[in-house]
Every structure is written in structure tokens, then in C-alpha cells.
T-cell receptor, first 112, second 115 residues
Framework: SQKIEQNSEALNIQEGKTATLTCNYT??????LQWYRQDPGRGPVFLLL?????KEKRKERLKVTFDTTLKQSLFHITASQPADSATYLC???????????FGRGTSLIVHP | DAGVIQSPRHEVTEMGQEVTLRCKPI?????LFWYRQTMMRGLELLIY????????DSGMPEDRFSAKMPNASFSTLKIQPSEPRDSAVYFC?????????????FGEGSRLTVL
């Protein structure tokens, strides 16, 4: 069956360090993968999209990698700040339809 | 732009009652999605519309759930009768027809508690 797996345990890191979150998937051949941020009591907010033919995408302090052989995406936040504390969701689709299926998300807590 | 607007933000009801959740998508967006989020199952797609037409409702859990989009600026998700296991946060999202990033714009959600 199709699965999108994100670490269910919260990631605790110290301010200034790089946070790395993982998204693994099985039985998908996604045309792209998206990352969203969700704050408590709010809806998810889109951060980045990376396509299957792209290895890496950057946006300010964010970096996303996409390895279709390993079936994995890594999401990095460099120089992390307490304001980066949130739940981060990965989402992907099959066939490029832009109808995403979401992982359950990983909570990131950045300590001052 | 006000973004995607959902109402009510919170709803507490008793088992067996009818629940109607409402959504106003961003003007000009051709696609509208209803998702449900729980701790156990995460964010699940229930149904989506393209140009007011339901395209895929395979995520709707059962016949107690129904969704309509009578025009481009309004959609409803109805649960009748409601059950405690329907307790969740229901999100509406929209996006343009011409998707370059496929970004979904989410509302703030409707938190439903069925007692």
C-alpha cells in the first residue's frame, strides 16, 4: 500500500543549529513533493515544491532535497530560530495532478 | 485577499445531529478541497471540486458525509447524522487551475466535536 512516513517524534534542537526533517514514501512515483508548515490551530501553509528531476531546492534558510532512488526527501532549516517551531508536513502526488496526499507531519521545537 | 474563509471555527454538537461546515475559496481559484485532520490519521483528502464539479469523493468516509459546491464562491460539507468518531478539524483549501507549484491555500479549519 502507499505510505508517506514522517517521524512522529518531535525534533528538539537548539537555536542556531540546522534542523533536518525526513519524509519517506513507498509505492508512489511522485512527480513532485511539497513541504508545508502548520502552526497550532492554523491551516497548513505552503513552503516549497521540488520536482522529481530536481535534486535540491533552496529558499532563504530552507533547503529541500529529493532522492527518487531512496524515495526520500530531506527538509533542512539552517540557523534555526524559536519562531521556526511548528509542525512540518510533506505532501506528494502521483501523476503530476497537483492533488497532494499528506504525511502526518513532524513537530519541530527550537529552544532558545 | 482575505484567503480561504471557513465557518464555524468551532462546533460542538451531540451525536445524531446534523453538522454543516462552510467554505469560501479564494476568488478565481478553480479547485476546492476538503480535508480532515486527526492525530491518528493526519490530513486526509475527503473530496475535491474543479469548477464547482465534484471530481473525486473516494475519501468521503461514508454516506453520512456529503459535499456541495453550488457556485464558485461557496462550498459546504455536511455530516448527517454526526457521530463521535467524526470529531476532527476539517480544512478547506483552494488553488488556481493553472498550477505552477500546486500550492494549496488552506483556511483556518473548523474544529468539530461530537459528544
Amino acid at each position: 500500500s502507499q505510505k508517506i512516513e514522517q517521524n512522529s517524534e518531535a525534533l528538539n534542537i537548539q537555536e542556531g543549529k540546522t534542523a533536518t526533517l525526513t519524509c519517506n514514501y513507498t509505492n508512489y512515483s511522485p512527480a513532485y513533493l511539497q513541504w508545508y508548515r502548520q502552526d497550532p490551530g492554523r491551516g497548513p501553509v505552503f513552503l516549497l515544491l521540488i520536482r522529481e528531476n530536481e535534486k535540491e531546492k533552496r529558499k532563504e534558510r530552507l533547503k529541500v532535497t529529493f532522492d527518487t532512488t531512496l524515495k526520500q526527501s530531506l527538509f533542512h532549516i539552517t540557523a534555526s530560530q524559536p519562531a521556526d517551531s511548528a509542525t512540518y508536513l510533506c505532501a506528494l502526488d502521483q501523476g503530476g495532478s497537483y492533488i497532494p496526499t499528506f504525511g502526518r507531519g513532524t513537530s519541530l521545537i527550537v529552544h532558545p | 485577499d482575505a484567503g480561504v474563509i471557513q465557518s464555524p471555527r468551532h462546533e460542538v454538537t451531540e451525536m445524531g445531529q446534523e453538522v454543516t461546515l462552510r467554505c469560501k475559496p479564494i476568488s478565481g481559484h478553480d479547485y476546492l478541497f476538503w480535508y480532515r485532520q486527526t492525530m491518528m490519521r493526519g490530513l486526509e483528502l475527503l473530496i475535491y471540486f474543479n469548477n464547482n464539479v465534484p471530481i473525486d469523493d473516494s475519501g468521503m468516509p461514508e454516506d453520512r458525509f456529503s459535499a456541495k459546491m453550488p457556485n464558485a464562491s461557496f462550498s459546504t460539507l455536511k455530516i448527517q447524522p454526526s457521530e463521535p468518531r467524526d470529531s476532527a478539524v476539517y480544512f478547506c483549501a483552494s488553488r488556481p487551475g493553472q498550477a505552477t507549484t500546486g500550492e494549496l491555500f488552506f483556511g483556518e479549519g473548523s474544529r468539530l466535536t461530537v459528544l
